[in-house]
């Protein structure tokens, strides 16, 4: 498998408790690069289209007011077969199901405040890139 780009955010759960590091520190030991990052305050407006494909789901309303709590990481992050690999260390998205060594086993708060998204495609991938990094703020 080529080398891969995969988009990350650190939630505001994380954040909040001061695992930035900690988090990309397990990103950086499952050979990933963290290629790009910045911290923001993502608005209402860009947690809506983020998250646009569960908008039917009962969780949505939450999951927007939690995602603009407080701020996030995104990241860019780039590795061979990037997009699987870093599914394979946030773990499963429900904490209680996540295996041990995992980002969400370690410090995922519930299946809400779990601390780490991650692309689940490489065609997501690239259009998760696109929404919130300009290509000379990637740097490989
Ligand atoms: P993942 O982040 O593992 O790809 P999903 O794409 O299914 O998971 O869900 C997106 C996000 O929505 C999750 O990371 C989590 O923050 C939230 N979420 C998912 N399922 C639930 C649920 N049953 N109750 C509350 N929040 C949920
Ligand atoms: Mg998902």
Same mark, same amino acid.
């Given at each position: #498998?080529?080398?891969? =780009?995969?988009? !990350?955010? $650190?939630? *505001?759960?994380? %954040? =909040? +408790?001061?695992?930035?590091?900690?988090?990309?520190?397990?990103?950086?030991?499952?050979?990933?690069? $963290?290629?790009?990052?910045? +911290? $923001?305050? #993502?608005?209402?407006?860009?947690?809506?289209?983020?998250?646009?494909?569960?908008? @039917?789901? *009962?969780?949505?309303?939450?999951?927007?007011?939690? #995602?603009? !709590?407080?701020?996030?990481?995104?990241?860019?992050?780039? /590795?061979?077969?990037?997009?699987?690999?870093? =599914?394979?260390? #946030? /773990?499963? %998205?429900? *904490?209680?199901?996540?295996? @041990?060594?995992?980002? +969400?086993?370690?410090?995922?708060? &519930?299946?809400?405040?779990?601390?780490?998204?991650? &692309?689940? &495609?490489? @065609?997501?991938?690239?259009?998760? $890139?696109?929404?919130?990094?300009?290509?000379?703020?990637?740097?490989?």
């Amino acid at each position: #498998m080529a080398t891969q =780009r995969t988009f !990350s955010i $650190i939630k *505001p759960d994380a %954040t =909040r +408790r001061n695992l930035t590091g900690a988090i990309n520190a397990k990103i950086e030991e499952a050979g990933l690069r $963290i290629v790009g990052q910045k +911290r $923001i305050h #993502m608005t209402k407006a860009q947690a809506e289209a983020f998250y646009a494909v569960h908008a @039917e789901r *009962p969780f949505y309303n939450d999951l927007v007011s939690f #995602m603009i !709590s407080g701020p996030v990481v995104v990241q860019v992050l780039e /590795g061979e077969n990037a997009v699987a690999a870093y =599914r394979q260390v #946030m /773990g499963a %998205t429900n *904490p209680a199901d996540a295996d @041990e060594g995992t980002i +969400r086993k370690a410090f995922a708060e &519930s299946i809400e405040a779990n601390s780490v998204h991650g &692309s689940d &495609s490489d @065609e997501n991938a690239a259009i998760e $890139i696109n929404h919130f990094f300009t290509e000379d703020e990637i740097v490989g």
